[in-house]
């Protein structure tokens, strides 16, 4: 739920560890610098890095939930980084000292679930790992279906190994990608099913999960799966600062608060971190983020301000 994580923490953490995960993967571990614990987090949660070129980037926790000492990510080197994992493949150095944010957690587990389908592909089986490192030591039903190019690319498969992993290497299938629309259709109506993986797998994912009972579908997104908004035309008042905002066309509320002076906590931009999570007080959100749930999103308690706008005149922010 996403109320839980509106107001995570930032510390400074020290990476102590950089270990070999995979091909183009690595695990970044991080310790505090200042005392021996590290704020609690749940499995699907994720952090902020702050990097020293500037850029702010979010990786979900592949450690087990009750690790306090360490916060442990998995990052892939992507070819086409912007800076993010570039940099942290290239430049980081174990000794340095790094700005955490978070952790936040808009993929929680459903620890009750009385059978639970866990489904990754590439990079995205890092939250996918953690869910399945808790579920083990509940005890609990669940399966795995990971997805990588060649066997070379399958991280985690240590913690992952087990009867219940079903390993899909798309080189040794004639390069078929993973059977997503048959694994949801199959799973029992009242398991909990979770998705982190590319774009098309997500799409595919979601498309099979249509009619499933609402709240048993969780999927996490690493890029955008609808546009921003910046229709403007409609104001936002600032309930505590006692001021109003115009939104003008082009823009998005988070642009107009910036360029009003107001200072809003930002990171993705494009609605997959929940950095940018904002109160609602009155007015309905025209959310376009990947992150609320259809319930969260009917609600308009919250919103992500970077990229969703407004279907009333005024919307009224608890900021
Ligand atoms: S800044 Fe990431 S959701 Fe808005």
Same mark, same amino acid.
């Given at each position: 739920?996403? %109320?839980?994580?509106t107001?995570?923490?930032?510390? +400074?953490?020290? $990476?102590t560890? #950089? =270990?070999? @995960? @995979?091909n ?6 991080f310790s ?6 590290l704020?609690?987090f749940?499995a699907?949660a ?14 979900s926790?592949?450690?087990? +939930? ?9 990052i892939? =080197?992507?070819?086409s ?7 942290v493949?290239e430049?980081l150095?174990?000794g340095?000292?790094?700005r955490?944010?978070?952790? *936040?957690?808009?993929f ?12 990754a592909?590439?990079i995205?089986v890092?939250? #996918?790992?953690c869910?399945?490192?808790r579920l083990?030591?509940?005890g ?6 990971? %997805?990588?190019?060649? =066997? ?8 992952l190994?087990g009867?219940? $992993?079903h ?7 004639g ?5 997503v629309? *048959?694994?949801?259709?199959? @799973?029992?109506h009242? @398991?909990?099913?979770y ?7 997500l ?16 999927l996490?997104?690493?890029a955008?799966?609808a546009p921003v ?6 104001t936002v ?5 006692g001021r109003?905002?115009y939104?003008?066309k ?5 642009d107009?608060?910036?360029?009003q002076?107001?200072s809003?906590?930002?990171?993705c931009? +494009? ?8 109160r609602v ?7 376009r983020?990947?992150?609320l749930?259809?319930?969260?999103k009917?609600?308009?308690?919250v ?5 969703s706008?407004?279907?009333?005149p005024l $919307?009224?922010?608890? $900021?």
């Open positions: 739920m996403s %109320s839980a994580s107001f995570a923490t930032t510390l +400074q953490a020290r $990476l560890a #950089i =270990r070999y @995960a @995979a183009g993967i690595h695990l970044y571990e505090p610098v200042e005392g021996d614990a704020p609690r749940t699907g994720h952090i902020d890095l702050h990097l020293p070129n500037g850029l702010v980037r979010q990786y926790l592949c450690n087990p +939930q009750h690790e306090t000492h360490r916060y442990v990510v998995g892939k =080197r992507d070819p980084s912007r800076g993010g994992s570039s940099y493949h430049q150095r174990v340095t000292v790094l955490v944010g978070g952790p *936040r957690n808009h929680a587990l459903h620890e009750e679930a009385r059978h639970t389908v866990l489904v592909g590439g995205g890092t939250p #996918i790992a869910m399945a490192q083990r030591e509940l609990a039903s669940f399966e795995v279906h990971y %997805s990588v190019r060649r =066997r070379e690319d399958a991280a985690f498969l240590d913690v190994a009867a219940n $992993l390993l899909h290497v798309d080189a040794e299938r390069n078929a990608p993973l059977p629309a *048959r694994i949801v259709t199959g @799973a029992d009242d @398991a909990h099913l998705c982190c993986g590319p774009g098309p797998m799409d595919a994912f979601e498309a099979a999960a249509a009619g499933r009972p609402a709240g048993h579908v969780h996490e997104r690493f955008a799966a908004v910046a229709d403007g035309g409609f008042q600032l309930a505590r600062a109003s905002i939104i003008a082009g823009c998005t509320i988070l107009a608060l910036r360029d002076g107001v809003v906590q930002a990171s931009e +494009q609605g997959i971190c929940g950095s940018c999570e904002t007080l009155s007015g309905r959100p025209d959310h983020d990947s992150l749930s259809d319930e969260e009917q609600a308009n308690q919103m992500m301000v970077c990229c706008g407004s279907k009333d $919307l009224v922010l608890d $900021l």
